[in-house]
């Protein structure tokens, strides 16, 4: 393997397994940490012996720990996460239709998000010390300071209730009424948008700044390239990395499920599953969700890995 690239993604993608092995680990080890028999805490206080055991028993919670941890980590790696405590179905499936609803609602956040923080963020650096400058970071302190279930309610209550625009809450799947789902989705998407582009705007200005003051740049400027060309080839580009981090990570949180906008909004994703699972003890559906969310924590790290490879050749050979 010569390429530094190859040697690089191979490397990444060991480290990403490693993890989600530990991941794997911690999971099972939350049913075994919950004070009590999980067993009769999702029975209720009524079952009979013969339910008791059936259930257990269905769970594999009869065999030894040791046995019982390789089964579900095999089954885990084959995509079978159990049967829901609660509904008795498949928790692969239960995710399975959920996941749309959270994809669809980070896209839509981290678009938005976007669209606010960099153009904002490189304005801002661009024009350092000026009223716009001063402006664009008193108002992404206050985005970053705002909760965002306090902007989803009051958003509800100006757009909805006041103006009667769009809808409170709800989730059409995009493939069945697109314009349904846009406009369902736009309320929730600026609740968390509109918080994470603050965050990421602050983010965006630093790394601009940086790149505008160093020798390449003002050697660019020596001679003679329009400001557009230097800003675009030289600032941006070497502005990247550090841009790249702080969305990734807003996107990693996005897709682990928002919890507290998905109740507000009454939206069907894996916020809203695993605080229904808790309510109601629904253990394998809880260890479900948790092992998914890291899935897709370590999938957008590997991403963001291999932009910065591609972005920067220099990272491949670290």
């Known amino acids: 393997m010569n390429s530094p690239l190859l040697r690089f993604l191979a490397k990444r993608l060991l480290h990403t397994a490693v993890v989600l092995f530990g991941v794997l680990v911690v999971v099972f080890a939350l049913l075994q940490l919950v004070p009590g028999d999980p067993v009769r805490v999702a029975l209720g206080t009524r079952f009979t012996q013969e339910s008791y055991d059936a259930l257990r028993e269905a769970s594999g919670l009869d065999r030894p720990l040791l046995v019982q941890f390789f089964a579900y980590v095999g089954n885990a790696l084959t995509g079978n996460l159990g049967v829901s405590f609660r509904s008795g179905e498949p928790v692969t499936l239960i995710l399975l239709d959920r996941l749309p609803a959270t994809v669809s609602l980070a896209l839509a956040g981290i678009a938005i998000a976007l669209l606010i923080a960099f153009p904002l963020g490189t304005w801002a650096a661009l024009r350092r010390g000026s009223a716009a400058d001063g402006g664009i970071r008193a108002v992404s302190q206050f985005g970053v300071s705002v909760p965002d279930f306090w902007l989803g309610l009051l958003l509800i209550i100006v757009f909805s209730t006041m103006l009667g625009l769009l809808p409170p809450s709800g989730y059409v799947p995009f493939t069945e009424d697109p314009w349904g789902w846009v406009q369902r989705v736009i309320l929730p998407g600026l609740a968390v948008g509109v918080v994470s582009g603050s965050i990421m705007t602050r983010y965006v200005r630093s790394a601009v700044l940086d790149v505008v003051g160093s020798n390449y740049v003002r050697t660019a400027h020596s001679k003679g390239l329009p400001r557009r060309a230097v800003v675009g080839r030289h600032v941006l580009r070497n502005a990247l990395v550090p841009i790249l981090t702080v969305a990734g990570v807003q996107a ?44 897709m924590f370590l999938l957008v790290n590997l991403l963001v890995d291999i932009l910065y490879a591609v972005v920067d050749p220099r990272i491949r050979v670290s």
């Not at 949180?253 to 109740?263: A, C, D, P, Q, S």
């Not at 009454?266 to 809203?272: D, E, I, N």
């Open 252 to 295: 990693a949180t996005m897709l682990g499920g928002l919890i507290v906008i998905e109740v507000v909004f009454a939206w069907p994703g894996l916020g809203r599953l695993v605080f229904d699972a808790v309510a109601a003890r629904d253990y394998p559906v809880v260890q479900g969700t948790v092992l998914l969310i890291a899935l």
